[in-house]
C-alpha cells in the first residue's frame, strides 16, 4: 500500500459546480498535511495547510481526518482556472521529508 | 525577495552526457531539499543538504547521482552518464531551519530530457 494515495482523476465538472478530493495516508504518525497545486510542466504550488479542526481560503475548504486518515479538499463554485493537478503531502512526525501523492486531475469545463 | 531559483529550467543530455542541476535557495536559507517527478507520478523525495552536508541521502539512487550544498554557491545535483529513465523534473526547495511544518515552496523545476 502507498504511504499516501490519490484517485488520479480526472475530475471533469462543470463551472460552478462543487468538488471534492480526498487523500489518504497509511503513517498513523503523520502530523501536517497540505493541498498543493500543479499545473501543467509547473512547480507545485503551495495551496493550504490541513489543520485538525478544518480551514477555509475563500472557495476553498481542507479537512482532516484523523481517525480515517485521509485529508480532503473541497471546492465551491468551481472556475475554469481552477483545472489543474491536485497534490496532497503528507510530513511524519520527526521527520522533514514530505511524501506526496501522485495528484487528481480537475477539469473544470465551460 | 527571490524565491528559490533553479537553472536551467529545460536541459537536454544524451545518453551517456552528465547533467548538472543548479538550485539557489531563498535567501536566509541554508536547507535545501530535491525531489523528483517522474511523469505521470507524484514527487519523490531525493536528497536533503545543509551548507556543505549532506544530511539524508535516502532517495538517492545508489549510482550515477550525488549532490552538493558547497559554502558559496548554488545546490548541485549532478547525475552522470544520464539514461533515459532520468527523464523527469527535478525540483528543489530550501527553508531557514530544518523541519519544515510550513510547507515547501519549490523552484520552478529543471525539466531533464535524456535522447
Known amino acids: 500500500r502507498k504511504e499516501v494515495e490519490q484517485d488520479p482523476g480526472p475530475f471533469n465538472v462543470p463551472e460552478g459546480a462543487t468538488v471534492a478530493f480526498n487523500c489518504t495516508y497509511s503513517?498513523?504518525?503523520?502530523?501536517?498535511f497540505f493541498w498543493y497545486r500543479q499545473d501543467c510542466r509547473k512547480e507545485p504550488k503551495l495551496l493550504m495547510s490541513?489543520?485538525?479542526s478544518g480551514n477555509e481560503d475563500g472557495r476553498f475548504t481542507a479537512q482532516l481526518n484523523r481517525a480515517s486518515q485521509y485529508i480532503s479538499l473541497l471546492i465551491r463554485d468551481s472556475k475554469l482556472s481552477d483545472s489543474a493537478t491536485y497534490l496532497c503531502?503528507?510530513?511524519?512526525?520527526?521527520?522533514?521529508?514530505?511524501?506526496f501523492g501522485t495528484g487528481t486531475r480537475l477539469k473544470v469545463l465551460a | 525577495n527571490a524565491g528559490v531559483m533553479q537553472n536551467p529550467r529545460h536541459l537536454v543530455r544524451r545518453r551517456g552526457q552528465e547533467a548538472r542541476l543548479r538550485c539557489s535557495p531563498m535567501?536566509?536559507?541554508?536547507?535545501v531539499y530535491w525531489y523528483r517527478q517522474l511523469p505521470e507520478e507524484g514527487l519523490k523525495f531525493m536528497v536533503y543538504?545543509?551548507?556543505?552536508?549532506?544530511?539524508?541521502e535516502s532517495g538517492m539512487p545508489k549510482e550515477r547521482f550525488s549532490a552538493e550544498f558547497p559554502k558559496e554557491g548554488p545546490s548541485i545535483l549532478r547525475i552522470q552518464q544520464v539514461v533515459r529513465g532520468d527523464s523527469a523534473a527535478y525540483f528543489c526547495?530550501?527553508?531557514?531551519?530544518?523541519?519544515?511544518?510550513?510547507?515547501?515552496?519549490f523552484g520552478s523545476g529543471t525539466r531533464l530530457t535524456v535522447v
Open positions: 526547495a530550501s527553508s531557514q531551519n530544518s523541519g519544515t511544518e510550513n510547507g515547501y515552496t
Open positions: 503513517n498513523s504518525a503523520s502530523q501536517s
Open positions: 490541513v489543520y485538525s
Open positions: 503531502a503528507v510530513l511524519t512526525s520527526g521527520t522533514y521529508k514530505y511524501i
Open positions: 535567501k536566509g536559507h541554508s536547507h
Open positions: 543538504l545543509q551548507k556543505e552536508n549532506i544530511i539524508d
